[in-house]
């Protein structure tokens, strides 16, 4: 089992900045990729971006150029920076992990809301 607990959503403007954080802890060394994903009201839940080793990184279309991935394995944390929020942008916002047994875990999620 992989437990993840995330951090840092809020309120924001349109064009503002928020950073999430997401730290793994359980059977850690399972772990494989480290991403992102969100869902909109009404919508599917939608993969943000993903992360796999340090620096084999995906992202969405509607993301590219605004939000980065990073990861601190020695902490065992994925981390999105959100630069030039939109609208709708707005959504919760899931940490997961997939591990090398193809096992994916989720975080609880954390709300991101983006005002106009």
């Known amino acids: 089992q992989v437990q993840l607990v995330e951090s840092g959503g809020g309120l924001v403007q349109a064009g503002g900045s928020l950073r999430l954080s997401c730290a793994a802890s359980?059977?850690?060394?399972?772990?494989?990729?480290m991403g992102w994903y969100r869902q909109a009201p009404g919508k599917q839940r939608e993969l943000v971006a993903t992360?796999?080793?340090?620096?084999?990184?995906h992202y969405a279309d509607s993301v590219k150029g605004r939000f980065t991935i990073s990861r601190d394995n020695a902490k065992n944390m994925v981390t999105l920076q959100m630069n030039s929020l939109k609208p709708e942008d707005t959504a919760v916002y899931y940490c997961?992990?997939?591990?090398?047994?193809?096992?994916?875990?989720w975080g609880q999620g954390t709300q991101v809301t983006v005002s106009s």
């Open positions: 992360i796999r080793g340090s620096v084999t990184t």
């Open positions: 359980g059977r850690i060394f399972s772990i494989d990729a």
């Open positions: 997961n992990v997939n591990t090398w047994q193809r096992l994916d875990y």
